[in-house]
């Protein structure tokens, strides 16, 4: 039963009665101490929207019985780290220290935790005790309910219905005990006539409640036929962003964490680029109709957006106190914070009224209506999805080149930005359809992209935050919250983040070159030049 | 991680209260913990439920014949791990005196725990010894319960000025004060000046028949009462030699 690092695995789990257990609990005095108690506990799995935790084989524990306790761990092993608490931990930041834990909240980053999954169990535990007293393994007899947390339950109560999984018998095996825990199994099986199974939470219980661990993923996943009309493509991309777009919805209405906005939006705004770059393959007038309403749209995001991201980047700040954080006196730094929280609730009340509007309503429809396939895409269905993905792919390659030809370390910002913008264009390209090709092909393309890609958004990123403590330096002044410490503050700043973006366009430069070299030029010709023929 | 020694010349003065106490808090705020029983009277270990183990136990692991790693055995208390006292300890010196630079021995054992752990406690015999030389070059802090008498702040000084002159001991000397009967005049003007004068921590922990519970209860005095005076020092205690060290590695 032990696991690879030495680790005991944790818990089986069987079904039985009574009966069953009074059986067992027999046989187990015949060899062991037994400690029989009755107990009643609530426990709730939490994790991430988008089960980073899970993907990671962690498990994170809320256990309330007689203590309040976390407990970390791999799923189905015993607790790799246990903490008391007094409340629902939300962000990385309510963690405890320590390695496990701070490799946890490095995997959670800037998302909220979420109670995903709501135990109730009531019954009788078992201890087997060793000749001093210890307990050396458990056994666990309890009626188990299930039930989907309120995520904005400070403490994780149920809603609605609650899902009966009848009697179970969890057996629990203690780090160093394995000889005992075998001959606890051995007794299950001739006093319970069954054969436990491997146990954790997720999945043990998701099925039963309909939760499906893992699945979300902010990527765009799309199966495509290459040579399927690429009217039937389309529907499918459509359909696969709103789904997102649906997806992250309720988490942007209750402002859980940022990233549910930011996935809101990459959905609308790979919507977008969809509708904008084939225009004159889909349907009309829906087609340019949505690209007005999500452009209403995108206006409100946007400032939300910017606030959230204002926010992430004094949370970094202050992580560095010897960066950009050291150049604010305390209350300097805490006069910002506050303003910048003013701000975000003035920007996301024009959200929520658009999101409670029938105009939205409408939106959602019509986006809805261009993923039915059906004599609406007959234009699109004319050609084949890699045909028509290729040209466009073709030339969206084409123009970063054109754009980037004769960019340098020196040019000016708009230069480097319109570059920026046209590789967004053709990563979308690549997203959208690179089902169509063949992997070992297109994957290297896409890598080679996201480097060139990551240097051009960080000069961005620093233009941006610049940009950003420009404009709320000005309404800090207006209103009196700054002092004159503040505004020096907030002009060190910016002649940091613009000491930074200098050193930044070497590294653009560098990679584009890379970008531009004969091998990324010969790839991108054989694999999307050829399929124009 | 860091380790943690419980050590005193002294006997008797709460040394394995205080070790099985602030560990088991470590591990319920959060911390792996690892408690290594030192002292060949193996209280930590009857407290946490184990028994002594035989001579071999220790003898292979002082000598490098079996890794630490393989007596590791968990708690009644999730998080909380245990070595378990063993006879040979009792020769202790002898063992480490036969190997190459004994002084190093112990932080030669203890490292490749460091990567599972993030706080080890070690409870230590009494005694300036060479296991005791050991222990201070393995250890990065040494808690030093102390009575509230003159002669018992007398020998802190000793072990402040032996670990002061010695460049290769880089441990943090944190003495507190343990056993603190408040109806004594002269303890309560002792803890109170000691303690303003910054060396000793600010926590002290009373004497109680709560803690000499722990010997029958067999459970650490924070597990069995969160409320007593007690459970509310270690706490304290635990916390301010956290604080501490901290304060130091900054």
């Known amino acids: 039963m032990s696991g690879a690092d030495g680790q005991s695995t944790t818990c089986l789990i069987t079904a039985t009665d009574e009966g069953g257990f009074a059986s067992l609990c027999g046989a187990l005095r015949e060899r062991f101490g037994l400690d029989v108690v009755t107990f009643r506990e609530r426990l709730t799995v939490l994790d991430t929207f988008d089960w980073r935790l899970y993907r990671a084989e962690r498990e994170l524990l809320e256990i309330r019985g007689e203590t309040r306790m976390l407990s970390v761990g791999r799923p189905g092993m015993e607790p790799e780290g246990v903490c008391d608490v007094r409340a629902l931990p939300r962000w990385a930041s309510d963690l405890p220290e320590g390695f496990v834990w701070a490799e946890l909240g490095a995997r959670i980053a800037e998302r909220a935790l979420l109670p995903q999954l709501g135990v109730e169990r009531r019954g009788q535990q078992a201890s087997l005790l060793s000749g001093e007293g210890k307990t050396i393994a458990q056994v666990v007899f309890c009626d188990t309910k299930l039930g989907r947390p309120n995520w904005q339950s400070p403490t994780g109560a149920l809603r609605g219905r609650r899902v009966s999984m009848g009697g179970e018998l969890r057996l629990l095996p203690v780090f160093g005990h394995d000889a005992e825990f075998d001959c606890l199994l051995r007794a299950v099986r001739e006093r319970v006539g069954t054969e436990p199974t491997p146990f954790d939470a997720l999945t043990h219980y998701g099925a039963a409640l309909d939760l499906a661990p893992g699945q979300y993923s902010s990527k765009l996943s799309v199966a495509l036929d290459p040579m399927a009309p690429a009217g039937h493509a389309f529907c499918q991309i459509f359909e696969a962003l709103v789904d997102t777009f649906d997806a992250n919805e309720g988490g942007t209405r209750l402002d859980l964490d940022s990233e549910f906005l930011h996935d809101y939006r990459v959905a609308s705004r790979r919507c977008r680029s969809l509708l904008a770059e084939f225009d004159d393959w889909l349907p009309q007038p829906e087609s340019g109709r949505l690209a007005r309403e999500l452009k209403w749209l995108g206006q409100l995001t946007g400032p939300v957006r910017d606030a959230d991201v204002f926010a992430l980047l004094l949370d970094e700040w202050a992580a560095d106190p010897a960066g950009n954080r050291g150049f604010f006196s305390d209350d300097a730094w805490a006069a910002l914070r506050t303003h910048l929280g003013r701000e975000h609730e003035r920007v996301r009340r024009p959200l929520l009224r658009a999101m409670n509007s029938r105009r939205y309503e409408r939106l959602k429809t019509l986006w809805m209506s261009l993923a039915e396939p059906g004599e609406q895409h007959a234009r699109g269905n004319q050609l084949s999805i890699q045909v028509l993905a290729s040209a466009r792919i073709w030339k969206a390659f084409r123009r970063i080149r054109k754009r980037a030809a004769g960019l340098s370390a020196e040019s000016p910002s708009r230069d480097i930005h319109s570059v920026r913008i046209a590789a967004k264009r053709l990563r979308y390209l690549l997203e959208f359809f690179r089902s169509a090709y063949p992997a070992q092909r297109i994957d290297p393309l896409v890598s080679a992209l996201k480097q060139l890609q990551d240097q051009l958004g960080l000069f961005n990123d620093l233009d941006v935050q610049a940009d950003m403590l420009r404009m709320h330096a000005q309404p800090l002044y207006e209103r009196g919250v700054g002092d004159a410490e503040l505004m020096v503050a907030l002009g060190q700043t910016i002649g940091a983040l613009q000491t930074a973006q200098r050193a930044v366009r070497h590294d653009i430069a560098k990679a584009l070159r890379t970008f531009n070299d004969d091998g990324n030029r010969r790839a991108y010709r054989r694999l999307f030049r050829a399929s124009k023929k | ?250």
């Open chain 2, 1 to 250: 991680m860091s380790v943690w020694a419980l050590f005193s010349i002294k006997g008797g003065v709460g040394k394995t209260s205080s070790a099985v106490n602030l560990a088991y808090i470590a591990s319920r705020a959060g911390a792996r913990t690892l408690i290594w029983d030192l002292d060949p009277q193996g209280a930590a270990t009857f407290v946490l439920r184990e028994s002594i183990q035989g001579e071999q136990h220790g003898k292979r692991i002082i000598q490098g014949k079996r890794s630490v790693s393989d007596y590791l055995v968990r708690t009644n208390y999730p998080g909380l791990d245990l070595i378990q006292a063993d006879l040979a300890l009792r020769y202790a010196d002898l063992l480490i005196a036969k190997g190459d630079r004994p002084r190093r021995r112990l932080a030669q054992i203890l490292s490749p725990l460091r990567a599972r752990y993030d706080r080890i406690y070690l409870d230590c015999p009494p005694g300036l010894t060479l296991t005791a030389e050991s222990i201070f070059r393995a250890a990065d802090a040494l808690l030093v319960p102390t009575i509230p008498a003159p002669l018992a702040i007398r020998a802190v000084e000793q072990l402040v000025e032996y670990v002061d002159h010695h460049p290769k001991v880089d441990a943090l000397v944190a003495p507190f004060f343990s056993m603190v009967d408040n109806r004594k005049a002269a303890h309560r003007q002792i803890v109170t000046d000691e303690i303003a004068g910054g060396r000793y921590l600010d926590a002290s922990v009373p004497y109680s028949t709560v803690v000499e519970q722990m010997g029958v209860r067999r459970a650490p005095v924070t597990a069995f009462t969160r409320r007593h005076v007690a459970a509310r020092a270690y706490r304290t205690l635990w916390r301010a030699a956290e604080d501490r060290f901290q304060a130091l590695r900054r």
